[in-house]
């Protein structure tokens, strides 16, 4: 009956672990319903909107090396999600003090980095959904929406650079 009590317990704790997941998960489609004035405008101030909301807890900074291009409202929304979900695990998995979201436009291309200096991990065998881990995956599905491409940069103590690439349209 141990190794049954030892069983039960660990399936408790992998439930808990996904309900927990489940209810973020939740808490961010209901707040994207709500607050549409991060919908709304350019992507400055859609990334500007995550770097305060964090103030307080860790340093978080948003930072352009020019004012970014107008955008497709679609396009703002899944980039945002993406620094989003980037700062989110920066600070819940990686222990980050300070992450940086960072966006300059080079070559024809818009390049978004949120950088951390986390505890990092292991890219392999991390980012391609490890079962109840859904946040690599949508940043990936995400990226795929808007014919960007995502990567991450990260080695186990040595933070993470979440790196999206999205092609802009000739002027």
């Given at each position: 009956t141990?190794?049954?009590?030892?069983?039960?317990?660990?399936?408790?704790?992998?439930?808990?672990?996904?309900?927990s997941?489940i209810?973020?998960?939740t808490?961010?489609?209901?707040?994207?319903?709500?607050?549409?004035?991060?919908?709304?405008?350019?992507?400055?101030?859609?990334?500007?909107?995550?770097?305060?909301?964090?103030s307080?807890?860790?340093?978080?900074?948003?930072?352009?090396?020019?004012?970014?291009?107008?955008l497709p409202?679609?396009?703002?929304?899944?980039?945002?999600?993406?620094?989003?979900?980037?700062?989110?695990?920066?600070?819940k998995?990686?222990?980050?003090?300070?992450v940086?979201?960072?966006?300059?436009?080079q070559?024809?291309?818009?390049?978004?980095?949120?950088?951390?200096?986390?505890?990092?991990?292991?890219v392999?065998?991390?980012?391609?959904?490890?079962?109840?881990?859904?946040?690599?995956?949508?940043?990936?599905e995400?990226?795929?929406?808007?014919?960007?491409?995502?990567?991450?940069?990260?080695?186990?103590?040595?933070?993470?650079t979440?790196?999206?690439?999205?092609p802009?349209?000739?002027e």
């Amino acid at each position: 009956t141990r190794a049954f009590d030892d069983k039960g317990r660990q399936i408790i704790a992998v439930s808990r672990g996904l309900l927990s997941r489940i209810q973020a998960e939740t808490k961010n489609f209901v707040s994207d319903l709500r607050d549409a004035t991060e919908l709304d405008g350019d992507l400055a101030t859609a990334l500007e909107a995550i770097a305060t909301r964090h103030s307080g807890e860790v340093e978080v900074r948003a930072e352009f090396a020019a004012p970014p291009p107008l955008l497709p409202g679609g396009s703002i929304h899944h980039l945002r999600m993406i620094a989003r979900e980037s700062v989110t695990n920066a600070l819940k998995h990686a222990a980050a003090t300070q992450v940086v979201i960072h966006v300059e436009v080079q070559s024809g291309r818009l390049l978004l980095q949120i950088k951390d200096n986390g505890r990092g991990f292991d890219v392999g065998a991390e980012t391609l959904g490890k079962s109840g881990h859904f946040g690599c995956v949508g940043m990936r599905e995400r990226a795929r929406k808007i014919g960007a491409q995502v990567a991450w940069h990260s080695a186990p103590g040595r933070g993470t650079t979440v790196e999206v690439i999205l092609p802009l349209a000739p002027e």
